[in-house]
């Protein structure tokens, strides 16, 4: 019995740390497109972006689809952050112009973003039969 017990709850352990690593990566993948959507896929931005080893792992950590998700979601908030720019262009002075940093860091740390990830993590289990 203490056995069994032992074994569920390292289970547990393991399958609340994959979940944790998906979490986290997804949202860093997530805030890493919409800057590089925000700024327009320019070239400089890409360059920083390959410097920066925040996501560090060499083989891919999602499924392509996740990716794509990701990818198609990043897309959809440069739209919004084009048309708060739009908005504000006629608001006070000074606030004109994009806000991609402020609008990806929000992103990321999002209770919406962080159920999506979760959301996702357990469909990419169901697949790879994560215990």
């Known amino acids: 019995m203490l056995i069994s017990s032992c074994s569920g709850v390292k289970r547990i352990r393991i399958n609340h740390q994959a979940r944790d690593i998906y979490v986290k990566y997804f949202r860093l993948y997530y805030f890493k497109s919409i800057i590089r959507e925000g700024f327009e896929n320019s070239k400089s931005i890409n360059e920083i972006l390959l410097i920066d080893n925040s996501i560090g792992f060499v083989e891919p950590i999602f499924p392509t689809e996740d990716y794509l998700f990701i990818d198609s979601l990043a897309k959809a908030d440069y739209l919004a952050i084009i048309k708060d720019s739009i908005v504000r262009k006629t608001s006070i002075e000074g606030n004109q ?13 999002s209770k919406s973003t962080k159920r999506t990830a979760i959301k996702h993590f357990r469909k990419w289990k169901r697949v790879v039969n994560v215990k």
């Open 97 to 109: 112009g994009k806000k991609v940093f402020e609008f990806a860091l929000e992103r990321y740390s």
